[in-house]
């Protein structure tokens, strides 16, 4: 499902998934548009978002959740799956940090929604060497170990 780059239709979309969905997990795929590198986010942040999005609008009071926790923590050990999976032709980076903007919203939203049960990870842009095909193949290697985690969470 694509979410647009808007504060309270990606809110919508992700309480949706969460509601009618009930996933064991929901993994947010963003665009960093200056990375090179495929980078895995653990946590989401409440406060600080001050951009408008494409409507032009912002949160108010700067904030995902005015009655949420500064920052939720994916129950996804993102350094763990940093440390035990390469994929070659790309780095893979461990960050605590989405930004302030749709991307870091909506993975907030999504752990809050999902009692820490979500994923967030960037993406670079498309190009000669980062190929859809490519990343497809990358996102699914990380993806099946993220499903790992979350079936020994299960036992």
């Given at each position: 499902?694509?979410?647009?780059?808007?504060?309270?239709?990606?809110?919508?979309?992700?309480?949706?998934?969460?509601?009618?969905?009930?996933?064991?997990?929901?993994?947010?795929?963003?665009?960093?548009?200056?990375?090179?590198?495929?980078?895995?986010?653990?946590?989401?942040?409440?406060?600080?978002?001050?951009?408008?999005?494409?409507?032009?609008f912002?949160?108010?009071?700067?904030?995902?959740?005015?009655?949420?926790?500064?920052?939720?923590?994916?129950?996804?050990?993102?350094?763990?799956?940093?440390?035990?999976?390469?994929?070659?032709?790309?780095?893979?980076?461990?960050?605590?940090?989405?930004?302030?903007?749709?991307?870091?919203?909506?993975y907030?939203?999504?752990?809050?929604?999902?009692?820490?049960r979500?994923?967030?990870?960037?993406?670079?842009?498309?190009?000669?060497?980062?190929?859809?095909?490519?990343?497809?193949?990358?996102?699914?290697?990380?993806?099946?170990?993220?499903?790992?985690?979350?079936?020994?969470?299960?036992?």
């Amino acid at each position: 499902m694509q979410l647009p780059v808007v504060y309270q239709k990606a809110k919508e979309q992700v309480f949706k998934i969460w509601t009618t969905l009930q996933p064991l997990l929901t993994v947010h795929v963003g665009l960093a548009s200056s990375a090179k590198a495929i980078i895995l986010e653990q946590c989401g942040k409440n406060k600080g978002y001050q951009e408008r999005d494409a409507c032009g609008f912002h949160p108010e009071g700067g904030c995902c959740m005015l009655d949420g926790p500064e920052k939720i923590e994916s129950t996804i050990n993102m350094k763990t799956l940093w440390k035990n999976t390469a994929v070659e032709g790309i780095d893979i980076i461990f960050s605590r940090d989405a930004g302030r903007y749709i991307c870091d919203y909506t993975y907030y939203t999504s752990l809050y929604y999902g009692e820490g049960r979500a994923a967030f990870i960037h993406v670079p842009p498309l190009s000669k060497w980062v190929t859809a095909d490519f990343l497809g193949k990358a996102l699914q290697r990380i993806i099946l170990e993220m499903l790992k985690q979350c079936g020994k969470e299960r036992e």
